[in-house]
Structure formats: C-alpha cells, structure tokens
C-alpha cells in the first residue's frame, strides 16, 4: 500500500523560504512520475512542479525560477524547495505520486495522472 505523507508547511513572510518534505512508502523508485500541486481556498488544484526517474523536470510558469523540486531515491523522500515566496503561494500544498513511467511534459500537470495523495501541508505567506 502506497503512503504519502507531507510536511514542513507553515507561516512565513513574503520573500521568505521553507522547504516542503513528502515521505512516500511503498512505491516503485525504478521508474516513477512525482509531484507537487497546490490548491488556495476557492481555487481547483493546481501543478506546481514534477520530477521522474529520468531527472526531468516541469515547472507551472508562476514558480519557475523560485521553486526546485528533487528527489532523494535513498531516501524515498521527495522535496519542494521554495524561495522568494509571496503571498499569491499562500495554499494547501500535496504530494502525488502516478503509476506512470514518466511525467511528460504535455500532462504532468493534471491531477488525473497521479495515483496517490497525500492530505496536504498548509503554505501561508503574508505581505
């Protein structure tokens, strides 16, 4: 059985930092699609970053430059490091991790792709 579990949510001002943790258990590390996705009260879930066995890496365009998401296989442990955080990323942030062998660049960002979810850590940045 798949488990995702996220953390290091939390409150910090806007230009600040905070480096989000999720631990998944029990999935396949030889070929995988992970990723992060956010959703802010009274909006749809949204991606914000991917990674798959190859290294590859997808962005949404709000968080390139600001955010890097890496994996750490020994680990099991995947990361969503943010910077320069403003108050528009304020949101519920999740984990996800898909069956599929690869992200891809076309649909890495639709939440259909993904198996398995995590219950989320909450971002809150203030002005």
């Known amino acids: 059985q798949v488990q995702v579990v996220e953390s290091g949510g939390g409150s910090v001002q806007a230009g600040g930092s905070l480096r989000l943790s999720c631990a998944i258990s029990?999935?396949?590390?030889?070929?995988?699609?992970m990723g992060w996705f956010r959703q802010a009260p009274g909006k749809e879930r949204e991606g914000v970053a991917a990674?798959?066995?190859?290294?590859?890496?997808s962005y949404a365009d709000s968080v390139k430059g600001r955010f890097t998401i890496t994996n750490d296989n020994a680990k099991n442990t995947l990361y969503l490091q943010m910077n320069s955080l403003a108050p528009e990323d304020t949101a519920m942030y999740y984990c996800?991790?898909?069956?599929?062998?690869?992200?891809?660049?076309?649909?890495?960002?639709?939440?259909?792709?993904?198996?398995?979810w995590g219950q989320g850590t909450r971002v809150a940045v203030s002005s």
């Open positions: 029990g999935y396949s590390y030889s070929t995988y699609c």
């Open positions: 996800a991790a898909s069956e599929a062998k690869a992200c891809g660049p076309g649909n890495w960002y639709m939440t259909w792709k993904y198996d398995y």
């Open positions: 990674i798959d066995s190859d290294g590859s890496t």
